[in-house]
């Protein structure tokens, strides 16, 4: 039970899962401690911001034509706000999550790790909550004849592109609850970045594809082919863009190496720099 | 060594002083003068070694006491123990399962049920789902919480909440078990059944390290302490010697700042001073340091400007601040002293100090008994330790016997492990109280 060397950190995490299950299982209990409406909430959630899009995008400017969706919007952005949730509440829960249970951190050991990995964890209990959600809305669109659901075998792509998000948002989770501990601005920077970041990712508008300097730019950014390929898998019934995914595969796997990497490196000051 | 269960290997802890940059404003302003020259890689008295150079082993199984002032490095060195903390200089080993009880309830989440709670905890202490499950009701009852495992420990009394948390970490069934200064709280009953869980554990091969300033209860559980004074350690060996040798550091520390208690200077109209009170055992060496039964003799030198005849002495003596144990005149013994100009010596002989284990502090009053004039009046400065051995609780040490059926009872030695010699067993059998 104490620190590892790194040749046993997968051992050691292994012989942890079980506090992992009850970390996630805490957050979780906690989030929806005292509400009424509970785990609905995991539901509530992207549906509200769903309804809000499509206030805004359908009624208040009418825009639609101009964002050349090809289904109905509402479609499209609960299909993006699901993934998009559980990326940005796992981040928000990891730039947190070692700085909130300075108690833990300084009382108890266990692997650190366990920390940001029950945040995406729990968030993930709410992505899958919010995704059977989805099928209601499917049929409901396909039935009421705006749409005509496609389902096929690339649905099963659906783990692969599920993997490659984890990865994506565990080494980043890693990195920005280190960073956090460290210092407390990255939290503050966080909050708007992710906003801006949610508005280039294709979640509730597409992105531009002109050739622009903004398009260049945009092209960098991995989460765009992961919350594509979501809509591509499950709506449309076509596998995504090869080179796109391959890319936000890549920058996945790197930012989980190096985030784990530092993570590791810096994990034994935590208790005295918290 | 592969016997030893955990082992400090010329370990040193190094803390920085002061906070270092927490906002990446001060980290640029501190990146620029770095660069810039102005600032030193690591001024020497920004940091703090908590722990210099410590070394010791703990074989298998066993209880180990780690004892010392505060800032002396005590819960550095368990949460390097822990792994919670990494070593600057040299290693810490540690093998087989570890559980550390830094801090009861650490980990408990004030929303969660007691139930939820145990889980939780449980986890966080390293017990699987199904072990926490089997040993639930253990946990529960050794709490004494039945009646409220449903609610949430928000609405616990502190008390709950430290008995829920000893509780889970008293069935965790570690190979190594860290506990550190936990059992402060709870009730006396609570703390009595503590003692007896970790006794019980160390009984069924757990090696247990116990860091607390509870003397006495480090003494009924541990048979081998180590003390830590300022980083480094001050004494390795048998319970008994390390609570004595403590004491006695600790006493020195205490005389040298006497400002600390009741009195404040010396008071005198001129006429004199006290230049010592020495305390000498039976053999006339003096100590600080006695068992309840020793005899005592307390020798006050003091210098007078002029003769006084019939110079009252009084001796008080107190544990703290407020009140005297023990008040001795020589006037109300109708002895009176006639005194020469210079240094005069007077000797309080008693036979014996029967009190309980704990630091003590004489002061000197000094009356003209003839203008009943105040000559001398010190402050409460002059140190007495005693060690009773852990035999007393309470204020007093009296003799004492057993019997059973009318026979007298005998004394059994139940700590066999002990390497030292049992000097001067103190139980009295037969001579009655």
């Not at chain 2, 330790?385 to 059973?404: C, N, Q």
């Amino acid at each position: 039970m104490r620190a590892a060397t790194t040749a046993n950190i997968p051992l050691e995490l292994l012989r942890y899962r079980e506090l992992l299950f009850s970390l996630t299982w805490r957050n979780i209990r906690v989030r929806y401690k005292q509400s009424l409406l509970g785990i609905s909430w995991a539901v509530l959630l992207p549906l509200s911001l769903m309804l809000v899009f499509t206030f805004v995008f359908t009624r208040a400017i009418d825009g639609v034509g101009a964002l050349k969706v090809n289904m109905p919007y509402a479609l499209y952005a609960y299909c993006g706000l699901v993934p998009w949730t559980f990326f940005a509440a796992s981040l928000n829960g990891c730039v947190n999550s070692l700085v909130s249970n300075r108690n833990l951190v300084t009382k108890v050991y266990f692997p650190r790790e366990v920390f940001p990995l029950s945040c995406v964890g729990s968030a993930f209990v709410d992505f899958c909550v919010a995704m059977t959600v989805l099928g209601g809305l499917m049929v409901y669109f396909h039935s009421a004849g705006q749409w005509s659901a496609n389902l096929s075998a690339t649905l099963l792509f659906l783990p692969v592109v599920l993997v490659v998000q984890i990865t994506l948002t565990v080494g980043l989770g890693m990195m920005l609850a280190m960073a956090n501990l460290f210092y407390r601005d990255v939290r503050q920077v966080f909050s708007v970045a992710i906003q801006l970041w949610m508005f280039v990712s294709a979640v509730v508008v597409p992105v531009p594809r002109d050739g622009s300097a903004l398009a260049t730019i945009i092209g960098f950014n991995p989460l765009v082919p992961i919350i594509s390929a979501y809509r591509t898998c499950i709506l449309e019934g076509t596998l995504p863009e090869a080179g796109g995914f391959l890319y936000a595969t890549a920058v996945a796997v790197v930012s989980l190496i190096g985030g784990w990497f530092c993570f590791r490196k810096a994990s034994h000051r935590f208790a005295e720099c918290i | 060594m592969s016997e030893a269960a955990l082992c400090f290997d010329h370990v040193s802890k190094r803390f920085r002083l002061g906070e270092t940059h927490d906002s990446l404003v001060d980290l640029a302003a501190y990146a620029f003068r770095r660069v810039t020259g102005a600032a030193p890689r690591q001024s020497p008295d920004s940091t703090f070694w908590a722990l210099r150079d410590v070394s010791f082993e703990v074989p298998r199984g066993g209880a180990t006491g780690i004892i010392g002032p505060n800032g002396a490095g005590k819960s550095t060195a368990l949460k390097l123990l822990a792994g919670i903390l990494r070593a600057e200089r040299g290693e810490v080993r540690a093998s087989g399962r570890l559980a550390a009880l830094i801090e009861v309830g650490a980990g408990f989440h004030a929303d969660l049920t007691g139930r939820e709670n145990i889980f939780l905890n449980g986890a966080i202490l390293g017990m699987t789902r199904a072990e926490i499950r089997t040993k639930l009701d253990s946990i529960v009852e050794f709490a004494g919480l039945e009646r409220f495992l449903d609610t949430p420990v928000k609405r616990y009394s502190s008390g709950m909440y430290a008995r829920l948390g000893f509780s889970i970490a008293a069935h965790v069934d570690p190979d190594i078990l860290l506990v550190d200064e936990v059992l402060s709280v709870g009730d006396a009953v609570f703390r009595l059944r503590c003692e007896e869980r970790m006794r019980q554990l160390v009984r069924d091969g757990t090696t247990l390290i116990f860091v607390t300033h509870n003397l006495e209860q480090m003494q009924s559980i541990c048979d081998r302490a180590i003390v830590l004074e300022e980083g480094r350690t001050a004494f390795d060996g048998p319970a008994r010697e390390a609570v004595s040798h403590y004491m006695t550091a600790m006493t020195h520390a205490y005389t040298a700042r006497p400002a600390d208690l009741a009195g404040g200077d010396a008071q005198h109209d001129g006429a004199g001073e006290v230049l010592g009170v020495r305390i000498l055992d039976r053999a006339g060496k003096e100590t600080v340091w006695l068992r309840p039964r020793d005899e005592v003799r307390a020798e006050v030198r003091f210098k007078l400007v002029r003769p006084i005849e019939k110079l009252t002495v009084e001796l008080n003596l107190r544990a703290s601040a407020s009140e005297n144990l023990i008040s001795i005149n020589s006037g109300r013994d109708n002895v009176f002293f006639d005194t020469r100009e210079g240094v005069n010596t007077v000797t309080l002989v008693l036979p014996a100090m029967p009190l309980a284990s704990g630091r003590y502090f004489w002061n000197v009053r000094m009356w003209d008994g003839v203008s009943g004039d105040t000559v001398i009046e010190t402050p409460f400065k002059y140190p007495t330790v005693i060690d009773d051995e852990g035999r007393a609780t309470g204020a007093l040490s009296l003799d004492h016997a057993w019997s059973y059926d009318g026979a007298a009872a005998s004394q059994v030695v139940d700590t066999p492990a002990e390497p030292a010699p049992i000097e001067a067993a103190p139980a009295q059998c037969g001579s009655g109280t």
